[in-house]
């Protein structure tokens, strides 16, 4: 499904010039078709950061690739009052910038820069899942459907009116590391068709009534909540792959998780061990029981889930940490 419409497109002149921000690997991919389709006059991307056990100053995936393919690279610290980065910006010639996962909120003032102003490529169906994380979000609710959203940039939240939509079923398996590489593609190529068509598409405006949030991750949105049913563990698993990852507790004791997935049967109290046949360890959540592929103490290797259970003397009837978020307000 696709939306933005268009007022006659062909009559208005064509963009040339495009100035990119983007940081993640994940925005490398839309840096390199729009430098396909058009002339890249900046990419803008966040400064290098420490980054191994020797922090070495390292650039974002977006300034190295622009480094690669030669293009003028800038990597201001900040962007409000920055009138010498608002200069070069407006020095460089773009028509309109596309932002991907930058990472910095744009002040109106640096907005109201170039012809077109700012496109953002946002991996939601906006307004459902604004913020930093949507695709993590919209996993961890346990959505089918997600897409890619091209909106005008205003000075909000992922406010701004929508110039074309295009939805993206999740396959079932898919982790957050799945669903980033087809979003990524997906953002690609609607950002070349936006750019192009940019001159003769009416920006809509987005419903805020029926907006969703989707906040940074913590590291306690990774830690399992046994009472939950086994498909929202399952779907919490699948959120948070890249990170935090999935946590769970043992006698106080941390264990990364790996290939959760919803076991064809079982019950029993929340946490508690129901079979360690085979290679995997089944575990009974509030509704229903996970199976749980392997398993990773702190400071070791992942290890085969049942031989990890049976070295560690658990049986069935063995039992987890129960684990629950505070209460709102707390």
């Given at each position: 499904m696709t939306s933005g419409s268009e007022t006659g497109s062909s009559a208005h002149a064509s963009i040339r010039r495009v100035a990119f921000f983007g940081s993640p690997a994940f925005a490398v991919p839309v840096l390199e078709a729009l430098h396909a389709a058009f002339e890249v006059v900046l990419v803008v991307s966040q400064p290098d950061k420490p980054v191994g056990r020797g922090l070495r100053l390292t650039p974002p995936p977006v300034a190295a690739r622009a480094a690669e393919l030669g293009l003028p690279l800038a990597q201001p610290r900040k962007l409000r009052g920055n009138d010498e980065f608002a200069a070069l910006l407006r020095e460089s010639g773009a028509e309109v910038a596309v932002t991907c996962a930058y990472g910095k909120l744009l002040p109106q003032s640096l907005l109201d820069t170039l012809p077109y102003g700012f496109l953002n490529t946002h991996t939601s169906l906006l307004p459902r899942w604004r913020g930093a994380a949507p695709i993590q979000w919209a996993l961890i609710h346990g959505d089918t459907v997600t897409g890619t959203t091209i909106m005008q940039t205003d000075a909000g939240m992922d406010t701004g009116p929508v110039l074309r939509q295009e939805e993206l079923p999740i396959a079932p398996h898919w982790t957050a590391l799945e669903l980033s590489a087809a979003l990524s593609e997906q953002a690609a190529r609607l950002a070349v068709q936006v750019v192009g068509e940019r001159p003769g598409l009416t920006p809509q405006p987005q419903d805020h009534a029926q907006a969703t949030h989707a906040p940074l991750l913590t590291k306690e949105d990774g830690f399992v909540r046994w009472n939950d049913p086994a498909t929202a563990t399952v779907n919490r698993y699948r959120g948070v792959a890249?990170?935090?990852?999935?946590?769970?507790?043992?006698?106080?004791?941390?264990?990364?998780?790996?290939?959760?997935?919803?076991?064809?049967?079982?019950?029993?109290?929340?946490?508690?061990?129901?079979?360690?046949?085979?290679?995997?360890?089944?575990?009974?959540?509030?509704?229903?029981?996970?199976?749980?592929?392997?398993?990773?103490?702190?400071?070791?290797?992942?290890?085969?889930?049942?031989?990890?259970?049976?070295?560690?003397?658990?049986?069935?009837?063995?039992?987890?940490?129960?684990?629950?978020?505070?209460?709102?307000?707390h």
């Amino acid at each position: 499904m696709t939306s933005g419409s268009e007022t006659g497109s062909s009559a208005h002149a064509s963009i040339r010039r495009v100035a990119f921000f983007g940081s993640p690997a994940f925005a490398v991919p839309v840096l390199e078709a729009l430098h396909a389709a058009f002339e890249v006059v900046l990419v803008v991307s966040q400064p290098d950061k420490p980054v191994g056990r020797g922090l070495r100053l390292t650039p974002p995936p977006v300034a190295a690739r622009a480094a690669e393919l030669g293009l003028p690279l800038a990597q201001p610290r900040k962007l409000r009052g920055n009138d010498e980065f608002a200069a070069l910006l407006r020095e460089s010639g773009a028509e309109v910038a596309v932002t991907c996962a930058y990472g910095k909120l744009l002040p109106q003032s640096l907005l109201d820069t170039l012809p077109y102003g700012f496109l953002n490529t946002h991996t939601s169906l906006l307004p459902r899942w604004r913020g930093a994380a949507p695709i993590q979000w919209a996993l961890i609710h346990g959505d089918t459907v997600t897409g890619t959203t091209i909106m005008q940039t205003d000075a909000g939240m992922d406010t701004g009116p929508v110039l074309r939509q295009e939805e993206l079923p999740i396959a079932p398996h898919w982790t957050a590391l799945e669903l980033s590489a087809a979003l990524s593609e997906q953002a690609a190529r609607l950002a070349v068709q936006v750019v192009g068509e940019r001159p003769g598409l009416t920006p809509q405006p987005q419903d805020h009534a029926q907006a969703t949030h989707a906040p940074l991750l913590t590291k306690e949105d990774g830690f399992v909540r046994w009472n939950d049913p086994a498909t929202a563990t399952v779907n919490r698993y699948r959120g948070v792959a890249a990170w935090p990852q999935t946590t769970a507790f043992l006698g106080g004791v941390r264990l990364k998780l790996d290939g959760l997935s919803v076991a064809p049967s079982g019950s029993g109290e929340p946490g508690t061990v129901l079979d360690m046949s085979g290679d995997t360890l089944t575990v009974a959540s509030g509704e229903g029981a996970v199976q749980i592929r392997t398993v990773q103490p702190a400071s070791k290797k992942p290890q085969p889930a049942a031989a990890w259970a049976a070295a560690q003397g658990l049986r069935p009837g063995s039992r987890f940490d129960l684990w629950e978020p505070e209460p709102a307000g707390h």
